[in-house]
């Protein structure tokens, strides 16, 4: 694991990326050259295919393939270099989202995903590349369901029911579980003020932030 590399995860409507940009100015104004960037997404193809992920009927094989060709060119292109050249690279979500939407969402075989992840992620060496540090911001789905209403016209994912997202917080749970040490458990259903409190102490705990 990279110290550099930082995920933030969640459901659609637990209010991450809305803090995406305050931990970057903060990591930025202690002297870190910060690379912000998301996925599916991140890169010209990365993105054409995140567009088909998230508005095309597909099956889960179909879109699991998809979201990790979109994940590989990312490593290749974008994050790789960054962690190379010294930069913090912050991730609006990486492969915990797969396992949480793809295994836990449409209960797709986490075997295959586990495949895919080795696949596409070793490096060379032998290390397998995943954040240091994933801040999981961790809401109730029935309070994401309350945000999302009437937010913007909804993506195929923000618009399954609330069992669905159900399910995807219990995919999250389990990758949590399996690796306690990367992740710290954001409570996001509180404040924006307290949200934010937490999310600096994530990161000073993890040596970013002076204390």
């Keep these: 694991m990279n110290r550099l590399f930082i995920s933030v995860e969640g459901i659609d409507g637990a209010g991450k990326s809305s803090h995406i940009d305050a931990m970057a100015a903060a990591l930025r104004a202690v002297g ?3 690379c912000v960037t998301r996925e599916p997404g991140g890169t010209p193809l990365a993105e054409q295919l995140r567009a088909l992920v998230l508005h095309t009927p597909m099956d889960a094989l179909t879109e699991s393939l998809l979201i990790f060709a979109a994940r590989r060119d990312h490593i290749v292109q974008v994050i790789q270099p960054a962690l190379a050249r010294g930069e913090v690279v912050l991730c609006d979500r990486f492969t915990d989202a797969t396992f949480a939407y793809q295994g836990g969402g449409h209960g797709f075989d986490l075997d295959v995903l ?24 961790d809401l109730p789905a029935q309070v994401a369901a309350q945000r999302l209403t ?5 993506d195929k994912f923000e618009a399954q029911p609330q069992a669905f997202f159900e399910k995807v917080i219990a995919g999250y749970a389990r990758r949590a579980a399996l690796e306690p040490q990367r992740f710290a458990r954001i409570h996001a259903d509180q404040t924006p003020d ?5 999310v600096l102490a994530a990161l000073r705990k993890h040596g970013l932030l002076p204390a």
């Design 32 to 34: 870190h050259i910060v």
């Design 114 to 137: 586990g495949t895919l992840e080795r696949w596409v992620q070793m490096e060379e060496g032998g290390a397998l590349l995943q954040p240091a540090l994933t801040l999981w911001f």
């Design 150 to 154: 009437g937010a913007r016209v909804p």
């Design 194 to 198: 307290a949200v934010r409190a937490e």
